[in-house]
């Protein structure tokens, strides 16, 4: 054989050129498309772009592994549960596809936030000013107006408490409707405010009195307590409910049936007495009388002076030692143990003839004690 005449050897191909590169390819389209569809749809274009560059194939050969590596990647995708009906894959392909949110396909059911409006929180007893604050923090515009049929314009809003509320939800509105902190609400908007009224208490204990004015619904805070003698304290409100039963209500204001706003002080005058007292009766008049005739300036016991004029008229010197005696002290006559009493030293007897003496008692004032 002439050597000069034998053809030289066809120059090798890189491997990433030959036809076991493009298969190599087409595999990966369908090992990738099982993981992720997308993954798998960027490797068959790979794999289109090699088979028809790389390998010397002819045009129909090219061909026919481009429509490979279509059934390749659905392959792929189907078995690795990419095409599944509740795989993400298609899911997320068809949001893409159609531009679609991927929820429509699921039936869409009513639910209380798309049907009906949320409910406006109760803001009623609440100061006005706060209510309206939390209201707008909600969302809405708050309005508000007198509760009360005066149609009086609110100013401090502070001072004024929520009676009832009107709320609009589709137009986030919210009206309230308010009245004095000190006021009770009315029965409904707009209608008169229901103050109490004054009942009768004049001639019960002080006991009676309280459960009467309570059950009227008027405000202890508001009454005022006085007594209706001249020698007799004002006793706190203490000392008049621990000795409810003693003391008495003489006068009263305002009058029965008056109507007691928050303007209004209630009145009441009382007396004291036990049973060993000489007065047990209210006064005509208050501040006109004593309740022990002793402590009166101008009170006279006829006994005292006929007594003083006898011994005055036997005995000269026992008229002066008499003289002497009295002059600073007196005898009252028939006394009741425990009253008090006046002078300081004024002397008495109990019906029983006990000598008693005025003198301080426990709680410091002059009282009738044993002598």
């Given amino acids: 054989m002439n050597p000069y005449n034998t053809p030289a050897p066809a120059p090798s191909r890189p491997w990433w050129k030959t036809t076991p590169a493009a298969l190599i390819v087409l595999a990966l389209v369908a090992l ?28 129909f050969a090219r061909l026919g592994a481009t429509f490979g590596a279509l059934v390749l990647l659905a392959v792929g995708a189907g078995l690795g549960g990419q095409l599944d009906d509740s795989g993400t894959g298609k899911s997320d392909a068809k949001s893409a596809g159609t531009g679609r949110a991927s929820t429509e396909s699921v039936p869409a059911s009513p639910t209380p936030s798309t049907s009906k409006p949320a409910r406006a929180a109760d803001y009623v007893g609440q100061p006005l000013d706060e209510a309206e604050k939390q209201a707008r923090s909600a969302g809405y515009t708050a309005a508000h ?88 304290d004002t006793p706190t409100t203490e000392e008049a409910a621990e000795d409810g039963d003693e003391w008495r209500v003489c006068f009263q204001s305002p009058d029965e049936g008056t109507k007691v706003d928050s303007a209004t002080t209630v009145h009441l005058d009382l007396g004291q007495w036990t049973d060993a007292d000489l007065v047990q009766r209210c006064p005509s008049a208050k501040d006109t009388t004593y309740k022990i005739p002793a402590n009166d300036p101008d009170y006279e016991n006829d006994d005292d002076n006929g007594t003083t004029g006898g011994s005055g008229s036997s ?38 003839g006990t000598p008693m003496v005025c003198g301080p008692g426990s709680d410091g004032r002059n009282r009738w004690r044993r002598a």
């Avoid at 749809?41 to 289109?48: G, K, Q, V």
């Avoid at 009245?179 to 009676?208: F, H, I, Q």
């Fill in 315 to 352: 005995d000269g010197g026992s008229s002066s030692s008499s003289g002497g005696s009295t002059g600073g002290s007196s005898s009252v006559g028939t006394v009741h143990p425990g009253s008090f009493c006046s002078p300081r030293g004024a002397t008495g007897v109990t019906e029983a």
């Fill in 32 to 59: 990738l498309g099982s993981f992720s569809f997308a993954l798998g749809f960027l490797a068959m274009i790979a794999a289109m772009v090699a088979v028809w560059v790389l390998p010397p194939w002819r045009w």
């Fill in 145 to 232: 107006h007198d509760a009360a049929d005066e149609d009086r314009a609110i100013i401090l809003r502070s001072g004024w408490t929520v009676c009832f509320q009107k709320a609009d939800t589709a137009a986030k509105t919210i009206d309230f409707a308010a009245v004095r902190s000190a006021e009770p609400c009315p029965a409904k908007d707009g209608d008169p405010l229901p103050w109490p009224k004054m009942p009768d208490v004049v001639g019960a204990t002080y006991n009676t009195a309280v459960k009467d004015l309570k059950q009227a619904g008027i405000d202890l805070d508001r009454v005022t307590l006085d007594d209706v003698y001249l020698d007799i």
